[in-house]
């Protein structure tokens, strides 16, 4: 049985006062809900308020991003050595890091590497654009992430691996939970065969793209979900809450 993960990415919002504010509104309550693991993904200057918070109850925190460098003279940059210690998990090759920063499933690669060679989950995240949904490219993009994202990686059930297909993420246009589940189960097939099946059965693979309070059942009633990434809805408290309690009661029968 994988353990369901819900997490949640605030991207670019909220300063340190604003996100600790909406860490408290809702921990009490988070910490409450059991059967899924809860990760909360603020920008990196309140990943340190935010984790004297959380300390004592069953919230982790992950970092949006990380470099593969260990340390230098990378102006700006984060690097793994400074995310140990403050967070467990790392959301790594997001699609707007893809289309806003440059980063190519080489760089992606190297993250991967880096995070699990220090311990820190990553969170992988891949995803088609419209155009190559609508052309039925589906499948073969996502391999085609998966495998140049994983070249060289040993297997590891630490790996999870988020779906988010870029027309689904920010616009209120949801993927069926159908539509994920296969997409996502071929990903299961995909790391399976770059792995093994026991590794494949155990990683968690979530669905991200617009998922709120109200379409959240659809995906996790599904079989090969294991789970959330949600942006736009974790910055309210009340929809968030509502995603990790309906988690917990769906793959909980
Ligand atoms: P939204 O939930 O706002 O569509 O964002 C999804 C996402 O990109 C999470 O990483």
Known sequence: ??????????????????????????????????????????????????????????????????YFEDKGAYTGEISPLMLIGLCDLVILGHSERRQYFAET?????????????????????????????????????ITQQIRAALTGVNSTSQLVIAYEPIWAIGTGRAA???????????????VASLWDIETA??????YGGSVTGSNIAEFIAEPEIDGA?????????????????????????
């Open 229 to 253: 990434l949600v942006g736009g809805a974790s910055l309210k408290a009340d929809d968030f809450l509502r995603i990790v309690s309906q988690t917990a009661a769906i793959k909980s029968t």
């Open 176 to 190: 069926t939970g159908k539509q994920a589940n296969a997409t996502i189960g071929l990903i299961r097939n995909t």
């Open 201 to 206: 059965q155990a990683i968690r693979i979530l």
């Open 1 to 66: 049985m994988r353990r369901p993960l819900i997490a949640g990415n605030w991207k670019m919002n909220t300063n340190v006062a604003e996100a600790t504010n909406l860490a408290q509104v809702m921990l009490a309550e988070l910490d409450e809900i059991s059967g899924v693991e809860k990760v909360l993904c603020p920008p990196f200057v309140s990943l340190a308020s935010i984790k004297g918070l959380i300390k004592g109850m069953s919230i982790e925190l992950g970092a949006q991003n990380m």
């Open 105 to 141: 499933d080489e760089i992606i690669n190297k993250k991967v590497k880096k995070a699990l060679e220090f311990g820190l989950k990553p969170i992988l995240c891949v995803g088609e654009s419209l155009e190559d949904n609508e052309a039925g490219r589906t499948g073969e993009i």
